[in-house]
């Protein structure tokens, strides 16, 4: 077990403003922003996995996506209900999701890295259920440019994507990055792009 397990989300939700997450960004993605203009992208469902304080969810219902922002903290959800009363949002673990529909698209910022090590074929097998037949999954994480520390995310590689993904979709992408956010010390990221892989 981690020490990213022992996290209880519901109490950082509720002990701190989410503005003040370090995660926080009041801004699209730009790595996102980027993806979506070069794919041509503008309309069709988004699942925003990990919502948190759901400023992504709502910059990609700006967009024009049909957006369902889900979270694991129920105290996360309630507050992204309150600030956007517009979108749609779930409490729900992907790991034992009790989504019904699927999606066009997913965005993961900063959930799949909090995964523990051994639920991401868990992850990997959810996420290609809830995507409709050639759906794309934009995943945002730390990278492994960084040192793993037992108290933060994991730091993935090109190696851990290909590993947990391979089976089930498309590498399209991957570019290092950072995460821009309110923590002055900027953190290196990957970036991926993944096509769910269905066979003919
Ligand atoms: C680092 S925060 C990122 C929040 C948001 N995506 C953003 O970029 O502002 C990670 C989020 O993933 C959520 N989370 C963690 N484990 C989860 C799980 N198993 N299923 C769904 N959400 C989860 C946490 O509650 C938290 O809101």
Known sequence: ???QDKINWDNRYKNSKVSEMPWYN?????????????????SGTFLDLGTGPATQANKLSEKGFRVTGTDISAEAVYLAKQTFENIEFIQDDILD????HKFDYIFDRGCFHVIDIEKR???CKNVFHLLNESGLIFL??????MPENDLEPHRIS???????????????DLWHTEFINSNPQQTKALFVILRKNTPL
Do not use: H, R, V
């Open 97 to 100: 999701t009790k989504l019904q």
């Open 140 to 145: 945002k994480c730390f990278s492994n440019k």
């Open 1 to 3: 077990m981690s020490g």
């Open 158 to 172: 090109e190696a851990d994507i290909k590993k947990t993904f391979n089976n089930k979709f498309i590498l399209e």
């Open 121 to 123: 074929d868990i992850y």
């Open 26 to 42: 009041p801004d699209i993605d730009s790595d996102l922003e980027k993806a979506l203009k070069s794919l041509n992208l503008n």
